[in-house]
């Protein structure tokens, strides 16, 4: 017969040695925010904190917050992460102990610092292996309120251990 006579197929399915046709579910997503805002502030200082939220469907392995001072701010003591700071320019990365977050869950790193602390900055968020908790390069931020410079690999000092 001419004209494509036969069977027509709308649709079909197969099952294959008793499997199921229906898709894998999709892999769980990763995402975080980070929200900055002043706790205290007293003349010539404040204290200050960042909430680092799993905003994603899967665990966080580590992650790591950045942010620009509108001023001449400088970090004095911070806890709950590791920190760097290079002119206005700051990062934290998580700690050892507060980096592998499930889902909606938080973690807060605090601060003290010289300035006023307003405007607040923004600070963002990244995730995934931070290379394992290495500060960058940077004025590094000490618990002490003393500061050391980590100039870049290869200029008199070598990768942090």
């Known amino acids: 017969m001419a004209g494509g006579a036969g069977l027509t197929t709308n649709s079909f399915s197969?099952?294959?040695?008793?499997?199921?046709?229906?898709?894998?579910?999709?892999?769980?997503?990763s995402g975080c925010s980070a929200a900055y805002s002043?706790?205290?502030?007293?003349?010539?200082?404040?204290?200050a904190?960042?909430?680092?939220?799993n905003t994603g469907s899967g665990t966080l392995n580590g992650?790591?917050?950045?942010?620009?001072?509108?001023?001449?701010?400088?970090?004095?003591?911070?806890?709950?992460?590791t920190c760097t700071q290079s002119g206005a320019q700051v990062t934290?990365?998580?700690a050892s102990y507060d980096g592998?977050?499930?889902?909606?869950?938080?973690a807060t790193v605090g601060f003290t610092a010289n300035g006023s602390g307003t405007p607040a900055p923004g600070a963002s968020c990244s995730w995934g292996n931070r290379g394992e908790n290495k500060a960058p390069r940077g004025w590094l931020c000490s618990p002490s309120g003393r500061?050391?410079?980590?100039?870049?690999?290869?200029?008199?000092?070598?990768a942090l251990p």
Not at 49 to 53: E, L, M, R
Not at 100 to 106: I, K, M, N, Q, V
Not at 147 to 157: A, N, Y
């Open 100 to 106: 592998s977050l499930a889902p909606g869950a938080t």
């Open 38 to 47: 002043v706790v205290n502030s007293w003349s010539g200082g404040y204290q």
């Open 63 to 81: 992650w790591q917050l950045e942010w620009a001072f509108p001023g001449s701010e400088d970090i004095t003591n911070l806890w709950n992460g």
């Open 14 to 29: 197969v099952t294959v040695n008793g499997g199921s046709s229906a898709p894998p579910p999709p892999p769980p997503s």
């Open 92 to 94: 934290v990365n998580n």
């Open 147 to 158: 500061s050391r410079f980590l100039p870049p690999v290869g200029h008199g000092e070598e």
């Open 49 to 53: 904190q960042v909430v680092v939220t």
